[in-house]
């Protein structure tokens, strides 16, 4: 093992060590500091290994939020398995492309998303199905019982700072969501650009309510841990819980998605609430909820621009220190912005970002390929266009036209998913579908349909609804008898967006 290494349970044992008495998780059944949590991950630990489950072999979660989720985060920290978390709105066919890209040892679930597994589970290579409790479900054991009060006679390998440490999923651009393969390296520099553009410590406390299989939960769960803060976990987002934790635990920082934070502040307005406790809220969000945010509470919004790829933000700003901005560049990245012919642009012109250093991401799991061209030229092609200012404030511009991407409620969904689901209906000879603003979700999808005639739009919203998830479903549907094409024949999906975009 190199001197060099410090790994995310390096991390842990520095805090068990330092701040082993200060609470690092607070949940619905209790609380566990720093030096109860080390423990919790070496047994957790010790038990994986003893099934066994070795260094590079992947464990695939499909859970809402648990305490357990974040032991097993830290055990496969310390075993070097790869944690592959999956978002549990998908359906099961969506769940199961995933799980066979990934090949996974183990599967962990929660009482909510065993039947989205159950029709399949005797028919996979999967040796070890878990589910999270104390209680056995059918096939399930139960994940308490993985806990083991010894170690294994035969040590672990070691793990190394550049090795995987998760598989975060991004959008699905060819049917299977691409796997985004984060080191230890990645997440600890992530860490280290959020606790110093944000001024994080010890003494904050972070409200992880939403889901842990998004970077943006995860990275900031992870950053408040490095700090020796505590994070108080949530099953999955409910306003007016939040507002109650968020007093209770005296809470200074959360990441926000629409409609999160509206609805944050909704519910403290009806518990006569100002949140005094709140310092940091980071995320996306429109001006008006940045506005009522800052008008009503002591807290600052933090904007930024970031990926799943650069694990989390790679620039960052209190949204008051430029309007419309998306921050300067984080301390441990480089950015540029480029042509079509990865040339530099000028300040003030728009070009594709590109990204460098320590917070970017290995490479996406199993796709030697699309890594390669990804990362041509020694660079990260993030396929996002912005513009910097001359005070070298990055402004987001969009996407670029092949990688177009819709974020409902800061979800990832492309175009081109559910185009293909809308085309399988009968009477369908055309479609085009792309991102409106939205005043509850920040962006909703608009679907403009060629056909016969013989649809409507509940139909094509229930359709895509019941093949792919519910958030991938258009929010509005209009139909044409004929959409615009360019010289090839295909859709000019500029031109549909110009005369559609507005139109309900």
Known sequence: MSVQTFTLYDMLLRNAAQSGGRPAVIHEQGEVNFRELLARVDALAAGLATLPIRKGQRICILAQNHPGYLDLYGACAKLGVLAYPINWRLTADEVLRIVERAEPSMMVVDATTQPAVADWLGNTDISHWYTFGSTLSGPFAAFDTLYADTEPADAPGAV??????????????????????????????????????MGLTESDCNLLALPLFHIAALGAALATMHAGGANVLTARFDATQAVRLIDAHNVTFLTSFPPVLGSILDAAEAADSRLPSLKHVAGLEGPEVIGRLQANTQAQFWTG?????????ITLQRAADRPGAAGRVAPLCRVRLVDEYDREVPVGEAGEIL???????????????????????GWHHTGDVGRFDEDGFLHYVGRRPEKELIKPGGENVYPA?????????????????????????????????????????????????GRIARYKRPKWVVFTDALPKTDAHEVDREAVKSRWEHEV
């Open 355 to 377: 990204a460098r250093g320590f917070v970017v991401f290995q490479g996406y799991y199993a796709q030697r390929e699309e890594t390669d061209y990804t990362f041509r030229g």
């Open 305 to 313: 621009y970031g990926q799943t790829e650069t694990s989390g933000f």
């Open 160 to 197: 190394m700072g550049d090795d995987p440490f998760a598989v975060i999923s991004t959008a699905a651009v060819d049917v299977i969501p691409r796997g985004a393969v984060l080191t230890h390296n990645n997440l600890m520099a992530a860490n280290l650009q959020t606790m110093v553009c």
């Open 417 to 465: 998913e559910v185009e293909t689901v809308i085309m399988e209906m009968p009477g369908v000879s055309a479609v085009c579908v792309f991102g409106v603003p939205d005043a509850q979700w920040g962006e909703a999808i608009k679907a403009v349909v060629e056909s016969d005639g013989g649809l409507s739009a509940e139909q094509v919203i229930d359709h895509v609804a």
